[in-house]
């Protein structure tokens, strides 16, 4: 969200958004070039069809986080020879997408975050996203990305990796008081690693499970 706002105040034009993956060759859901919901991944393609699921694959009501469920004529078949994955992802001619999502009363879907990378804590959900785009907002802050390990009693720490501007001569504590302030107390990052290099894909995003890894090693015994 923060960078798609800095992107139109610099250059005075929107960035549109739209959502697909590999499996469904690979473009499902677009804003429409007339009107576009900053955030939201937009509307899907005439020929797809799209749902939000429970763990059950019950349909879900609108506003309510869910996994992203496609189907169409662009979703594949299946992966090349292996059919425990694509009994897995394909059931009851749906591509299950592996993302929580939400859809809205104006029928626009909006990517919450990775199922994987949800962190339970206490019982309750985490999406790692949210404290993500609340420190993007923060200004110095280049990068952030937010994993969860286990406590050993059924729930996970949460861990904040977060990189620095250099120049922006950033207070660490007054961003974990501005963090503090604006989240619930559950969602609040148990530990921060202000870091230099947070390992990203091609696709620009962080590689979660190296940074899990990491953790792991360094805050295991919490």
């Not at 576009?36 to 609108?62: A, C, H, R, T, Y």
């Not at 029928?107 to 959900?125: A, S, W, Y």
């Not at 993500?132 to 050993?152: C, H, Q, R």
């Amino acid at each position: 969200m923060e960078v798609i706002n800095k992107f139109k105040e610099m250059y005075g034009k929107p960035v549109i958004e739209g959502y697909g993956l590999s499996e469904a060759s690979p473009a499902c859901v677009f804003n429409p070039l007339d009107f576009q919901k900053v955030g939201s991944i937009g509307k899907p393609f005439p020929w797809m069809e799209i749902k939000i699921v429970d763990e059950n694959d019950n349909e879900l009501p609108i506003n309510t986080p869910g996994e992203l469920a496609v189907r169409g004529p662009n979703v594949m078949k299946g992966y090349w020879n292996q059919p425990e994955e694509t009994a897995k992802v394909l059931r009851n001619g749906w591509l299950h997408t592996g993302d929580v999502a939400t859809i809205d009363e104006d029928g626009f879907i909006t990517i919450v975050d990775r199922i994987k990378d949800l962190i339970l804590v206490k019982g309750m959900n985490l999406y790692p996203r949210e404290i993500e785009e609340l420190l993007y907002k923060y200004n110095g802050v280049l990068s952030a990305a937010l994993v969860g390990i286990p406590d050993g009693d059924g729930s996970e720490i949460p861990i904040a990796y977060v990189k620095l501007d250099p120049q922006a001569n950033v207070d660490t504590e007054e961003l974990k008081k501005y963090v503090k302030h604006n989240v619930a107390a559950f969602k609040i990052p148990r530990r921060y690693v202000f870091t230099d290099y947070i390992p990203m894909n091609a696709g620009g995003k962080a590689q979660k499970s190296i940074l899990r890894e990491l953790a792991q090693k360094e805050f295991g015994n919490l």
